[in-house]
């Protein structure tokens, strides 16, 4: 049988490693949508520009984020940042070309 002192210093460590890893997290991470931008700032070497990131994820959303950051990390390219930044730009709307329009007799008479 098992010592009692024994299972208290097995839980006394286990709670100590729980503490331990605890503490080490970033205490100004509140949402999801803060641990995606410091992860994906941090993987890119740009922890400064944490706020870029996180103003780009909530216009996006948290989904298309991650979708997106996985095929960058899978990609093998040389500048992670600025894909991303590519991917997630608004795209402006397709114009299509107006053709021109014949003049009636108003119009004629006007001009």
Known sequence: MLDLSNILKDRIAQSNTLKERVANQNKNLHSELHYWADTISKAFGEHKKF??????????????AKRIFA?????????????????????????????????????????
């Open 51 to 64: 706020g870029m990131y996180l103003g780009i994820i909530k216009r996006i959303g948290v989904s298309d």
């Open 71 to 111: 095929e960058i990390k899978d990609s093998n390219c040389k500048s992670p940042a600025k894909l991303f930044v590519w991917k997630t730009k608004k795209q402006p709307s397709l114009v299509l070309p107006v053709e021109p329009i014949e003049p009636t007799t108003t119009q004629e008479k006007l001009l």
